[in-house]
């Protein structure tokens, strides 16, 4: 202690008391309590303009660099005008999807992923069997281990929205025109021209080619030498062996899973004595020299079902087919029953094609034993069931060798194909909301919308396929639900795919915006957005064709000879307003499309507005029941003759009826009824002296046969009669009424079954035509998927990743339409987008009408 200090104190002390010295302190104290009270936090300090300013600064410098190291990986943070509170959970949120990735990557990098219970492993599965194909089990997807081949290519894979698909080529063998590619426009949409497309144009088959020859069996696998070729040389020793072939056949593995355009895995080619395995993912970017052979004008590919190939050639290994014969092509012309490899392969080699690795993970590597058996399978006997065909073609041919030239030329437009990237516009949920059969409000739209576009985005930049990244089913239900929390993002997935756990927050964050999203019910604009893709032309609106896409009274497509109740034009609605006394009130606009109606200025009569209004299947029941009366009394006027087959059975009855109780009046009715149709029509007083007699049911019908032989149909004033015969029971009378609509409806009903049943099953044993293709149109999938969704929406069951990616090839409800639509545009033309409007329109509302029909709605 100093002592001047001392020396203080003591002078302090000596003039007051201890009393006195505390209150002075405690006054101090106090003071100072108070000041620093009001001194307490930047509250204060941020008065003074030159410290807020500062901290305003400062803090704008942290948010931007927090939100800007977030947006470097992709996380998407809106840490301004949040409470400090928010902005800490929100970071915290952050770290947690970084630290996710990073151990994800770590994992990933070290070559064990740690989603092992998510990604699929390679499995034996029973395949669902079908009416004419047992169950049989079937190698699904992938095994867990593959590191994707992607990782090691040379030039990365260009998944970009903007850029169109730039053809791989920069040499152009066996050309007629020198090497261009050209970009070209569709609409808005930019493309690059086909290489070979004037090659292509230009070909036709050599006058050889369109002759019979002697069918060459080829030796059986186990005597014909394979060769694996993943090396540069191996491939040029090959290509050279191939340019002296005048024939050779080819086939393609492909896995689309775990990358975004899907990628070709495997290539087998066979040649009269050899088979050869190529491997793409080892050779990439050094196929082109293929087209050496490929693209040769003399040397013919035959493929089967080639579409796809066609295409995967052309993405994976720039390759193009000039001279191809299509074995699938070939089957159609010669209207086989069964078109698929497999049958053929029966039909031809009697040889059980064993397709249980069709759906295997083509990526494994070293390639395994039975894999390689299996591949080489589907090019081995291609050549012969080539030389089979060829022959029968030129023989059910006509002279100018119609049949086997329309197989060329179906095979140029196969080639003619450009392969493009999927397209996805801002549009493109709505394929999946209409499938999905759900009805949302604004919020949960703008989630499936977001989400949609989220998704598609992701699988971009990580190479991965949509469904990887989020399955439809997931998707659907995390928009329905809309989970407050994150934690109830991940309840809607089961399992949880990766991408979900690293990009949770995202998600969230879309679910956020979409909670906040007004609350509107969403039908009433949407019935317009429902029909994306398909513009409304102003001479559709004029006529009034999109009022209602369930509104079928219009569309040609919509077959008009079911008599059904939805039908509008055949039955119920025609007879409704071509009867002017009727007084049926119908709803002039329909809540639920009021707005659509309101737009469409008809001035026409009452009575189109009102054909074309849309009506619930309440409403038409209700019109119904008021009509019934006078409409049964319409359709007898114009009733066909009944069956025969109806006709004798009642006969059989009534005799019976006869003679036992010959004299029970109303049976004998009864009888009359049904006789009556049949009869020409009497004059009015024979009738009323028959309806007097007793009559004698053995000879009318003897006579009535008579009349039968010779003459088929009721006269039509007879619906007069029956009408004069309103009293009788209604019973009676549905029962007469019933018998013969169910004779008829059955009869049609039958027959547009088996056209079904016929397109389902050619489907069904065509691999091709189920095959992938349906990845370009996307929401296709979800006819198939649907099941699956609404089975694993309820969260029970763990969601099978196996069919996730492959559901598009089981045969599921939805694929009449399916299979229409594809027809049209495989042999509608050859032009890829921008096809005719009006046939799209129409095949949408006539897919549309088939579903809602049966849909949910109820
Ligand atoms: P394929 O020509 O029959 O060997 O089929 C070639 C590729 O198309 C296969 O590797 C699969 O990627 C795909 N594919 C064809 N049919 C099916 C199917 N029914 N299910 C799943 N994928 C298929
Ligand atoms: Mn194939
Ligand atoms: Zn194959």
């Known amino acids: 202690m100093k002592e001047g200090d001392e020396s203080d104190q003591e002078a302090f002390l000596r003039n007051r008391s201890l009393d006195e010295y505390v209150k002075t302190v405690m006054t101090h104290i106090r003071g100072c309590q108070k000041l620093s009270l009001e001194l307490q936090g930047w509250h204060h300090y941020s008065d003074y303009v030159g410290v807020r300013n500062t901290i305003q600064e400062v803090n704008t410098r942290i948010t931007n660099l927090i939100t800007n190291i977030f947006q470097h990986q992709d996380i998407k943070l809106k840490l301004t005008h949040t409470k400090l509170l928010d902005q800490f959970d929100m970071v915290r949120e952050g770290n947690d999807a970084l630290l996710e990735r990073i151990n994800s990557d770590i994992d990933e990098a070290s070559g064990l992923k740690k989603d092992t219970d998510f990604e699929p492993s390679v499995k034996v599965v029973q395949a669902p069997s079908s009416a004419n194909t047992p169950s049989k089990n079937v ?26 698909f730039i053809p791989m080529i920069t040499e152009k063998p066996n050309s007629l025109k020198p090497l261009s590619i050209l970009i070209c ?49 191996q491939l040029e020793a090959l290509v050279k062996e191939l340019k002296t072939c005048s024939e050779i056949a080819v086939d393609l593995e492909h896995h689309a899973f775990r990358s975004y355009q899907g990628l070709t895995c495997l290539i087998q080619v066979s040649t009269r004595t050899k088979d050869y395995l190529i491997d793409p ?17 003399k040397i013919t590919k035959v493929l089967h079902g080639a579409d796809f ?30 078109r698929s490899l497999a ?4 039909k031809f080699c009697d040889i059980q094609a064993n397709k249980v690795y069709q759906r295997a993970d083509w990526r494994i590597r070293p390639l395994p034993e039975d894999f390689m058996e299996y591949a080489r399978q589907d090019s081995h006997y291609l050549l012969y069931v080539y030389d089979l065909m060829r022959n029968e073609l030129i023989e059910r041919g006509n002279q100018l060798n119609n049949l086997i030239t329309a197989v060329y030329s179906r095979s140029v437009d196969i080639c003619l194909k450009r392969y493009e990237k999927p397209f996805i516009g801002p549009e493109s949920h709505m394929e999946l ?68 756990k690293t990009e949770l927050l995202t998600i969230h964050t879309i679910i956020r915006a979409a909670r906040e999203q007004k609350l509107l019910p969403v039908l009433e604009q949407s019935v317009e957005q429902q029909i994306p893709q398909v513009q409304l032309q102003m001479e559709e609106l004029n006529t009034g064709l999109v009022i209602s896409k369930h509104d079928l009274s219009t569309v040609d497509e919509n077959p008009t000879d079911l008599p059904t109740l939805l039908n509008p034009r055949e039955t119920l609605l025609g007879d409704l307003f071509s009867q002017p006394r009727v007084d049926v009130r119908v709803k002039l606009k329909s809540r639920m499309f009021g707005c659509v109606m309101s737009h469409l200025k008809h001035k026409d009569s009452l009575h189109r507005e009102i054909t074309k209004e849309f009506m619930s299947p309440y409403e038409r029941y209700t019109a119904y029941q008021d009509l019934k009366p006078h409409l049964d009394g319409e359709r007898k006027k114009r009733e066909e003759p009944v069956d025969e087959a109806h006709i004798a059975r009642v006969k059989e009855h009534f005799l019976c009826l006869s003679n036992n109780t010959p004299q029970e009046k109303s049976e004998a009715e009864e009888a009359n009824v049904v006789i009556k149709q049949k009869r020409p029509r009497p004059s009015k007083e024979k009738k009323k002296s028959e309806m007097n007699t007793p009559i004698v049911l053995g000879d009318e019908i003897k006579e009535m046969k008579a009349m039968n032989s010779g003459q088929k149909r009721a006269v039509d004033n007879e619906g007069e009669a029956v009408n004069g015969e309103n009293d009788e029971s209604p019973s009676k009378k549905l029962k007469t009424n019933k018998a013969d609509g169910d004779t ?42 649907e099941e699956e969704e609404e089975k694993s929406a309820a969260g029970s069951a763990p969601f099978d990743y196996d069919k996730a990616d492959y559901s ?36 949408f509302s006539f897919g549309r009408g088939n579903t809602s029909r049966g849909g949910s709605r109820r």
Not at 188 to 195: A, L, N, V
Not at 343 to 346: K, N, T
């Open 185 to 233: 426009l569709d609409g808005t949409q930019e493309y690059y021209s086909h290489p070979y497309e004037y090659e292509l144009n230009h070909w036709m088959p050599d006058p050889a080619q369109l002759e019979k020859v002697k069918p060459r069996r080829p030796r059986p696998l186990g005597q014909t030498s394979l060769t694996m070729v993943t090396e540069v040389q």
């Open 744 to 785: 008829k409806e059955g009869g049609k009903e039958k027959k547009d079954y088996r056209k079904v049943e016929d397109e389902e099953e050619k489907q069904e044993d065509d691999g091709r035509e189920k095959g992938e293709e349906e990845e370009e149109e996307e929401g296709a999938y979800m006819e198939s998927g």
């Open 343 to 346: 049958a053929l392969l029966s």
């Open 309 to 338: 190939d066609i295409l995967w050639l052309q993405r994976d290994c720039g390759v193009y087919v000039v001279n191809m014969f299509d074995t699938h092509q070939a089957a159609i012309v010669l209207e086989y029953p069964h």
């Open 433 to 500: 909301y209409r499938r999905s059969r759900r009805t949302f409000d604004t919020k949960q739209m703008y989630a499936l919308r977001e989400l949609y576009l989220w998704r598609d985005n992701v699988a971009r930049e990580q190479d991965e396929s949509p469904d990887y990244v989020l399955p439809k089913h997931m998707l659907l239900q995390i928009a329905e639900v809309l989970p407050k929390e994150m934690q109830g993002v991940l309840a809607c997935c089961n399992p949880i795919p990766p991408l979900v």
């Open 808 to 843: 598009i090839f089981e045969g599921k409800p939805g694929k009449k339409f399916k299979s229409k639509q594809k027809y049209q545009q495989k042999f509608g033309g050859k032009g890829q987008r921008g096809r005719g409007f009006k046939s799209n329109m129409k095949s």
């Open 139 to 164: 190698v699904l997807m992938a095994s867990r281990n593959v590191q994707k081949p992607q990782l090691f290519f040379k030039e990365k894979v260009d998944n970009s929205k903007k850029e169109p």
């Open 281 to 297: 993912l080892a050779l990439r970017g050094q196929l082109t020299i293929l087209n050496e052979v490929f693209t040769n004008p």
